[in-house]
């Protein structure tokens, strides 16, 4: 049997009585035919089943005696209402005259803006925070600091059928709107109700990302890059020393890259033959920030996209990734009938990509449709590297297709819009060309050959190879040995077979460094795009390094 709970809306004794109220004597008379529970006394203003104490009047004090003499009887104690702090009930008398005591509530500092949704400051962070990698908030962060009794005043906390809470709008008619029951279930379905656009969100259900950003990938401004943001470019200087070690592949790296972007250059992507291509922090930590594994087969190619935040990806499995660097998912995803050995974005629509491998074609994909838009076809078994000259109009291919005599088709300038060919008989020498690199600020471009020489061209029809100048001294041995130009185009650097890392001055060929790197061979090298002394380079056997 439910139990009945009468209430009694008188107040404290600070408070005088309203006309036509009930005295002190008839409510102890009310209260005489109450059982009191064995061990416990009744007193006016207590709910005895509650157990909460409350501050009896001066007219239930003066009458005792009279609070237990009718034992028989089953009429609860009255509850007084008013400053109940917090409790609420049906009145069984409605005082029209008087006004409701207004409830105040404590002031307190307002909670902090929430860490999963304020944006990512502009200014510097501190070295240590830097160092660290950035921090990650853990999802406590999220959470309000005061307990939803403290709420904004424009919002009433209730609670649905499954004990879920959720916010109403208090409007100033204390009309609330009808909420539909699917919506009171659904934490998530609160800030639809109306609220206002100024209030903050409660809770990590209000706007925390329940899969948070991997530690350091967060867009943040390393300490050591920012001073030469705002800088012109300054001259490249040769790197001396080892900065970081990075291991963590189980297979031979294929390529590495730095972020495209200047502030978000400390991120340096690899690839490599296990399957996977990584991310790593080699600026501040030299921690692996994220490792991706959407390959089936090994990644032999893998490029950041010009924005920053986007990886494309290639491999032995015919499989084409775009993939989001935060949250690892693939935002694009295609199918190639051949295994793919090299990428690269368009330079001025960067919706599209060409791609290349084991086949006699390359294919241009547009990311917004996922299909083939262009293909450029030529009589080769295999496209070893692709390289955009500067307007994106055209672009150059270099194959597997050399004679005895000459080797036609060894580099193919193709015309992007008409899917044409411009010319191939660029290169007349027997060699293939595994790499190919364009000079930052001269028309001129480098191709790396199996002949044990990096060759300069001209980056203008009909691309003539120069006579005068050749960078020699390293060994490719058939391995796709890389090389790149130093941001303000004064060095060069290459890979080699046996490992070492040799520079080349740019106007005199003659070398101006060289260093052993790596035990094994080192077929990837890149200059930093801000720091004017960080080179990364990758090797066969399965490490990346550091110098500075």
């Not at 494309?312 to 009938?337: I, N, V």
């Not at 007349?428 to 050959?449: D, I, N």
């Amino acid at each position: 049997m439910a139990s009945l709970v009468a209430y009694d809306d008188s107040d404290s004794e600070d408070e005088p009585e309203p006309s036509g109220s009930r005295t002190a004597t008839s409510q102890a008379e009310d209260l005489a035919g109450v059982a009191s529970p064995p061990g416990q006394e009744l007193i006016p203003g207590l709910l005895t089943p509650m157990g909460v104490n409350l501050r009896p009047t001066k007219s239930s004090a003066e009458a005792p005696g009279r609070l237990c003499e009718d034992l028989g009887g089953r009429r609860l104690p009255l509850v007084p209402l008013g400053r109940t702090e917090g409790r609420c009930g049906p009145s069984l008398r409605l005082q029209w005259s008087r006004k409701e005591p207004a409830v105040t509530t404590p002031r307190s500092e307002p909670p902090g803006p929430s860490v999963w949704l304020s944006q990512p400051r502009a200014g510097p962070l501190p070295l240590t925070a830097a160092r660290s990698g950035g921090v990650r908030p853990s999802q406590e962060s999220c959470a309000p600091d005061e307990p939803a009794f403290w709420a904004p005043a424009t919002y009433e906390v209730s609670r649905g059928d499954d004990g879920s809470s959720f916010r109403k709008p208090k409007h100033e008619d204390c009309i609330i709107p009808y909420t539909p029951k699917r919506l009171r279930q659904s934490p998530a379905a609160a800030p639809a109700l109306g609220g206002s656009a100024g209030a903050e969100p409660q809770g990590p259900s209000a706007g925390c990302d329940p899969r948070p950003a991997p530690r350091g990938l967060a867009p943040r401004v390393s300490e050591f890059i920012r001073p030469y943001l705002d800088c012109p470019s300054t001259e490249t200087q040769l790197p001396r020393h080892l900065l970081f070690h990075l291991r963590g592949h189980e297979a031979p790296v294929n390529s590495v890259q730095w972020c495209p972007v200047p502030p978000q250059s400390h991120l340096l992507l690899s690839a490599s033959m296990d399957k996977t291509f990584k991310v790593w922090d080699a600026v501040d930590t030299g921690h692996c920030l994220q490792t991706y594994t959407l390959h089936t087969e090994a990644v032999r190619a893998a490029r950041w996209a010009p924005c920053g935040r986007r990886i494309l990806s290639g491999g032995f499995d015919f499989a084409l990734h775009l993939t989001d660097l935060e949250t690892g998912t693939p935002l694009f995803s295609g199918q190639s009938d051949f295994r793919i050995t090299t990428l690269k974005f368009h330079p001025q629509d960067h919706h599209l990509f060409v791609c290349g491998g084991f086949s006699s074609e390359i294919k241009a994909w547009d990311i917004r449709t996922s299909k083939v838009v262009r293909r450029f076809t030529a009589t080769v078994q295999q496209t070893l590297d692709i390289l955009f000259l500067r307007d994106g109009t055209e672009f150059l291919s270099s194959t597997d297709a050399s004679s005895r005599d000459s080797a036609d088709r060894t580099i193919i300038a193709w015309d992007f819009r008409t899917s044409a060919k411009i010319s191939n008989q660029i290169f007349h020498e027997r060699y293939t060309c595994p790499s190919l690199a364009l000079h930052p600020r001269e028309p001129v471009f480098l191709a790396q050959t199996n002949g044990n020489y990096l060759a300069l061209f001209s980056a203008v029809w009909p691309y003539r190879m120069s006579r005068r100048r050749r960078y020699e001294g390293h060994k490719v041995e058939g391995y796709s040995v890389g090389c790149e130009c130093s941001p303000d185009g004064d060095l060069l650097v290459t890979g080699s077979a046996d490992g070492q890392i040799l520079l080349y001055n740019f106007r005199t060929a003659s070398r101006a460094c060289a260093r052993q790197g790596h035990a094994q061979a080192c077929v990837g090298v890149t200059f930093h795009p801000v720091l004017p002394c960080a080179l990364a380079t990758c090797s066969w056997e399965g490490t990346v390094k550091v110098w500075h």
